[in-house]
T-cell receptor, first 110, second 114 residues
Framework: TQLLEQSPQFLSIQEGENLTVYCNSS?????LQWYRQEPGEGPVLLVT?????EVKKLKRLTFQFGDARKDSSLHITAAQPGDTGLYLC??????????FGAGTRLTVKP | DAGVTQSPTHLIKTRGQHVTLRCSPI?????VSWYQQVLGQGPQFIFQ???????GRGNFPDRFSARQFPNYSSELNVNALLLGDSALYLC?????????????FGNGTRLTVT
């Protein structure tokens, strides 16, 4: 079973601060995806990382895929209240369905 | 274009009953995946269908079943409901199926079992 562990589980910060959340596994993934989920809604895809060592930027969000393709991180610069949500990472299983971590619940206070 | 639509949005059932949840994928998407999300957790994979064939099944009991229709819509059925089945049930569609193409989620059906 390929498990994805996310940390921290909860994070509460002030507007303007920077933060990093992590997604770790003992398994190698062909790709990892990051989603954000807001209350009452389904997860929305933010990015897919495929190559070991890859770094992708999406405005204030920076995603990194580990060299060994076992872990990933999401860094947010100058967080805003609109960044509040549940951040989920997902990796393709041996059967190619997507398996999710438990998520990091981020709260950004104004 | 319409996104993934799920119905109903909320449902309350009693232990032992059965339930049918419905999902309409984005037009042109041939793959549908079902997930269960318990409060405070990430989505847990239940089923994946592609072109009406089951492609994958997660670690759920046989009380859970699903099917995909010729128009690519899908139903998830749960029999003999237990209190622990209370959760948000998410449907996601993708054009070719993961991981080749990304998942697009609906807003889910909130099932409460009393």
């Amino acid at each position: 079973t390929q498990l994805l562990e996310q940390s921290p589980q909860f994070l509460s910060i002030q507007e303007g601060e920077n933060l990093t959340v992590y997604c770790n596994s003992s398994s190698v993934f062909s790709s990892l995806q990051w989603y954000r989920q807001e209350p009452g809604e389904g997860p929305v895809l933010l990015v897919t990382v495929v190559t070991g060592g890859e770094v992708k930027k999406l405005k204030r969000l920076t995603f990194q895929f580990g060299d060994a393709r076992k872990d990933s991180s999401l860094h947010i610069t100058a967080a805003q209240p609109g960044d509040t949500g549940l951040y989920l990472c997902a990796g393709a299983s041996d059967n190619n369905d997507m398996r999710f971590g438990a998520g990091t619940r981020l709260t950004v206070k104004p | 274009d319409a996104g993934v639509t799920q119905s109903p949005t909320h449902l309350i059932k009693t232990r032992g009953q059965h339930v049918t949840l419905r999902c309409s994928p984005i037009s042109g998407h041939k793959s549908v995946s079902w997930y269960q999300q318990v409060l405070g957790q990430g989505p847990q994979f239940i089923f994946q269908y592609y072109e009406k064939e089951e492609r994958g099944r997660g670690n759920f009991p046989d009380r859970f079943s699903a099917r995909q229709f010729p128009n690519y819509s899908s139903e998830l059925n749960v029999n003999a409901l237990l209190l622990g089945d209370s959760a948000l049930y998410l449907c996601a569609s993708s054009s070719l199926g993961p991981p080749s193409s990304p998942l697009h989620f609906g807003n889910g059906t909130r099932l409460t079992v009393t």
